[in-house]
C-alpha cells in the first residue's frame, strides 16, 4: 500500500536466505559434531581391552568403608586408575585394607 520496499513483504526473502543459512550451518555442525564423537568412540574401541580408560576421582570422601567399597568396585569395572584427593582416605590405610578386601 504504498510502502515500497520497507513493507513486510520485502524483506521475506532475505530473511528466508538468512534462515536457509542458518539451517544449512547447523546442519554442518551437527554433522562436525557427530564424527568427532564418531572418532572418539573408535578411539575408545582401540585402545587396549577395547575400553576407553575410566579414571575415578573421590574428593573428600570421609567414610574410609565407603573408598574401600570404591576401590573394589573400581577394579572389577576394569578402571584405570583411582585418584583420592582431599581429606579421602588413601592406602595405606588399615581400615581401607581391610573394606578393600571384603575382611
Not at 10 to 15: F, G, I, K
Not at 68 to 89: K, L
Request: include cysteine.
Amino acid at each position: 500500500r504504498g510502502r515500497g520496499r520497507e513493507g513486510p513483504l520485502a524483506p521475506l526473502p532475505l530473511s528466508a536466505a538468512r534462515a536457509a543459512l542458518q539451517i544449512l550451518f547447523l546442519h554442518r555442525q551437527h554433522n562436525a559434531m557427530r564424527a568427532a564423537f564418531l572418532r572418539s568412540c573408535d578411539a575408545a574401541r582401540a585402545s587396549p581391552g577395547g575400553r576407553a580408560r575410566v579414571t575415578l576421582v573421590l574428593d573428600n570422601l570421609r567414610s574410609v568403608y565407603n573408598v574401600g567399597s570404591i576401590f573394589r568396585t573400581a577394579e572389577t569395572a576394569g578402571c584405570w586408575e583411582v585418584v583420592t584427593c582431599g581429606v579421602t582416605a588413601h592406602p595405606p590405610h588399615p581400615k581401607l585394607k581391610k573394606t578393600a578386601f571384603s575382611a
